[in-house]
């Protein structure tokens, strides 16, 4: 059983009760937030959406809280202490990961694309472009495939969906704003990347084109390849074309195709660049 026990450092502390001890822990309501939390985002991750957040209930979380930890929650001791009803427990769990859409899909391509960059010869125009040829095939496979196995790349599109099929403007209005708040941050983190590669191989985008609208670009159609992929991938892989050093044959992926399309209307050699 849980109660409100008393005030500490101006916070609330709750009397949580161990399933496993039947003893009473003292846990901060930010402590307790959290778990929960937790637990409703650990039970998306293994679900996954459905139509909505409908089984997201504080039953179902409670009941996942006490096995994975032993501690017992009830409603009674969160409606009104920490949220005021079920929705807004759920607006929270949705707001978080709308707001977090990760980097896990960058990481996993910038690794794939180490020893490439590495190797890269970019003594002339013509060797430059095409080691971003290349670029495009490598880093394209990989990051389809790391948003394919991102375990938090499904939740986080199906809140988007969410959001754009709903027709309760005003209750969807928080998960709107962490939705913008997490497309601003991982949307500027991938124009930082493709900023520094452009510098690299000493490349620049055409006027009047921006830098934003090739990062925006190239994310759409990746997120796009990647949901299509599921339902089509003998379309969206193993597309051999001759792009070898001497013309061999290589794989490629729709979106490695689409990314160096990309590249080709939106960049151009920067004249002021040097080897360095």
Same mark, same amino acid.
């Given at each position: 059983m849980l109660r409100v026990a008393m005030l500490e450092r101006g916070e609330r502390t709750?009397?949580?009760?161990?399933?496993?001890?039947?003893?009473?822990?003292?846990?901060?309501?930010?402590?307790?937030?959290?778990?929960?939390i937790g637990a409703g985002n650990q039970l998306i991750l293994e679900e996954g959406?459905?139509?909505?957040?409908?089984?997201?209930?504080?039953?179902r979380v409670f009941d996942r809280l006490a096995d994975s930890t032993g501690i017992r929650v009830t409603n009674a001791s969160v409606i009104g202490r920490i949220w005021d009803n079920q929705r807004d427990f759920?607006? $929270? #769990?949705?707001?978080?990961?709308?707001?977090?859409? @990760? +980097?896990a899909d960058m990481d996993k391509t910038l690794e794939a694309l180490g020893p490439l960059l590495e190797h890269a010869d970019r003594s002339t125009v013509d060797s430059r472009w095409h080691a971003v040829q290349q670029v495009c095939r490598v880093g394209g496979a990989a990051?389809?495939?790391?948003?394919?196995?991102?375990?938090?790349?499904?939740?986080?599109?199906?809140?988007?969906?969410?959001v754009m099929a709903g027709s309760d403007t005003e209750g969807n209005r928080p998960i709107e704003e962490a939705l913008r708040?997490?497309?601003? $941050? #991982?949307?500027?983190?991938?124009?930082?990347?493709? @900023? +520094?590669?452009?510098?690299?191989?000493g490349l620049r985008v055409r006027s009047p084109m921006t830098l934003r609208q090739l990062t925006v670009a190239a994310g759409a159609l990746a997120e796009g390849c990647a949901l299509r992929d599921r339902v089509d991938p003998e379309s969206m892989r193993r597309i051999l074309r001759p792009t070898g050093p001497d013309g061999e044959t290589e794989e490629w992926t729709l979106f490695g195709i689409g990314l160096e399309s990309l590249t080709v209307l939106f960049l151009e050699a920067d004249p002021a660049w040097e080897l360095v």
């Open positions: 709750l009397m949580v009760s161990a399933a496993s001890t039947g003893r009473a822990t003292r846990r901060s309501r930010g402590e307790l937030r959290a778990l929960i959406l459905g139509t909505g957040a409908e089984n997201l209930t504080f039953k759920q607006t $929270e #769990v949705l707001s978080i990961i709308a707001h977090s859409p @990760g +980097s990051n389809v495939d790391a948003l394919i196995h991102t375990r938090s790349w499904p939740p986080w599109f199906g809140v988007w969906a969410l708040r997490g497309y601003e $941050e #991982v949307t500027n983190q991938w124009g930082e990347a493709y @900023g +520094s590669m452009l510098t690299f191989f």
